[in-house]
């Protein structure tokens, strides 16, 4: 896709700046900046690997992580009651 964009002459000198410095074009510098501004969508499991990776490292096992997230399920929903029972 060809895009012909207007920049304001201190917004352009700031890109040429930042590509000189960079190494590289001044097409080159804005496509990265596009690129970061709008990062493509991450699936699920790329969201979950950071956890999926401390969880592995954790040495917990499967067991252990359902335990632990049922106890906190159970003191939500008794302190939601407790709540209840206060109003």
């Known amino acids: 896709m ?3 964009l207007e920049l304001p002459a201190p917004l352009r ?3 040429e700046d930042k590509a000189a410095a960079d190494g590289t074009t001044v ?3 804005a496509v990265a900046l ?3 501004a709008a990062p493509p969508d991450k ?3 790329e969201i ?3 956890f999926a990776a401390e969880f592995a ?5 499967e067991e252990e992580l359902d335990a632990l997230i049922e106890e906190a399920r159970q003191e939500v929903w008794e302190e939601q009651q407790r709540r209840k029972g206060g109003s």
């Open 48 to 50: 979950c690997a950071p």
């Open 57 to 61: 490292a954790s040495g917990m096992t």
């Open 27 to 29: 097409e080159a510098a």
């Open 2 to 4: 060809t895009l012909t």
């Open 43 to 45: 699936t699920f499991a």
């Open 13 to 15: 000198r700031r890109l």
């Open 34 to 36: 596009l690129e970061k």
